[in-house]
DNA sequence: TGAATTTCTTGAAGCAGTTCAAGTTTTTTA
DNA sequence: TAAAAAACTTGAACTGCTTCAAGAAATTCA
């Protein structure tokens, strides 16, 4: 039930059976449908999500009331606002499904009581986010760096089956450019 | 000798004495003058740098042959290449030092070993490293819905001690506009 | 201190990408 | 399966910021 989350545990730290059962005794699997809403702006966010199946994504509403994509998660990623988390302010980002998925939603209470009885996992988390960090550093040396046609077929080549997976409107505003130039990009009129 | 690091452990979980003294017996503090390179492009990044004093970043080149600064980091810092790091792979970064520094240079080495030893610690590099990470998706939205003046504003307010620490050209890029449209800004031209 | 280097400033020309508006196509839902 | 909603396309007008070039000011260092 829980295999894809303990398979992606168990890449970076070794899980006996006793922890594994703890593990599973605490997680519930959820099945949320598309565009529904796991966090709006100004709730804090006190819930860490695993994305055993579909799509999600991290958004905001910018100024001329469009919205504006940073972060897209998949299967086997975590998805949350971590400052809201941890500073517990009201959070600046909204996070909705842009599938129907199946989700394990980790509160902050659950995970604390899991991490005293498992501080193993403190590592496990400790690699995932250094890795995400990692990969977001990334992410801004192309924003930096490319134009956006260069964006976008950077990203299809290194994804190309997620670009199916998402209206296009959000895949512009992820890359930073709008939804009409992706249009042009993708006729070849730029 | 390495009470700023100590303090900003225990920011976030408790040491007791023994804990402190292998600590302190593995660590070391290196004086590093302005403008020294701690990583460059195509090398390994096998090592975190906590700033104890002064200010590094983390640029790139780009295709240009311009500066772009990524990272900023100052006293309480840690600042290295997480993917470089983890995978083991050549950095797409250089990190230099801004001012005459003191950092604690800790490699992957010395570092596995402490873990080992303080396992506790895995939640202090946790904790700090999904903060960083929030902190990074918040930089995300500003450069994603703010115009230059206004990410410059922001920052001077934000930050208004930082803004006289570094060139402006540094700022500049790290705000992602020119240095010449920093002047302006700046000058009320705009 | 004086020379060398680094950093900052200014204006002019240009362009990558936005905004707007309207229409078309595709997908969803009742 | 028809109607409604969501997503995509197109062209025209516009603009925020870049690039270039050259000089001025500030900082560093021998």
Redo the contacts between chains.
């Keep these: 039930m829980f295999t894809s989350l303990l398979d992606h545990i168990q890449k970076f730290i070794t899980l006996d059976f006793e922890e594994i059962d703890i593990l599973e005794s605490k997680l519930s699997l959820s099945k949320i449908k598309k565009k529904e809403h796991l966090l709006k702006e100004g709730q804090v966010c006190n819930t860490m999500y695993f994305i055993t199946n579909g799509c999600a994504r991290?958004y905001?509403i910018?100024?001329r009331g469009t919205e504006?994509t940073?972060?897209f998660a998949i299967e086997n990623w975590w998805i949350t606002?971590?400052?809201?988390?941890?500073n517990n302010t009201p959070s600046?980002?909204y996070i909705q499904t842009v599938e129907n998925c199946e989700i394990i939603a980790l509160e902050k209470n659950t995970l604390e009581s899991i991490?005293i009885q498992i501080?193993?996992l403190?590592?496990y988390?400790?690699?995932v986010?250094?890795?995400?960090?990692?990969?977001?550093?990334?992410?801004?040396?192309f924003?930096?760096?490319m134009s956006a046609e260069e964006r976008y077929n950077h990203f299809k080549n290194q994804q190309p089956d997620f670009v199916q997976r998402v209206p296009q409107y959000m895949l512009a505003?992820y890359l930073?450019f709008s939804a009409e130039f992706m249009s042009k990009i993708r006729a070849g009129k730029v």
Tied chains: 1, 2.
């Design positions: 991290q905001i910018n100024p504006q940073l972060q606002d971590y400052l809201s988390y941890h600046h980002f991490l501080p193993k403190e590592r988390f400790r690699i986010s250094q890795k995400s960090f990692g990969a977001t550093q990334m992410r801004i040396k924003l930096f760096t505003s930073d």
